[in-house]
């Protein structure tokens, strides 16, 4: 008897379920009319993939120019000063560690502000 209860219960849960997935589906599909779905066009998506990573590099070389720059004028000022006067090579280390903590000061300011 309890095995017949518990198949007839199975049973009735199933066909809730079915129809309660029956629903959903119908409200989804409803969703979809309602709202349909649109995909852009792959080609704009390629173009804008594109010149996205055309202006990463334009912009890496840059900063990289800057860099290699810099570096240079720093190794020419800095071996310019050793053979020429040593002592000035202590009052640029001394005038950079002074400025230092106040550009690291601005930085923080301008981040702060945004």
Partial sequence: MKEYDSKNSNSMLDDEDELTVKQ?????????????VSTPNLQWFQQNVELEKKRIRKKQWKDLLTFMSVAVF??????AVVYRQPILILYFQLVGIILLPLALNKTRKKVSNE
Avoid: A, R, T
């Avoid at 959903?24 to 349909?36: A, C, T």
């Fill in 24 to 36: 959903l589906i119908d409200d989804l599909e409803k969703l979809d009319q309602w709202n349909p």
């Fill in 74 to 79: 720093v190794l020419s000022v800095g071996i």
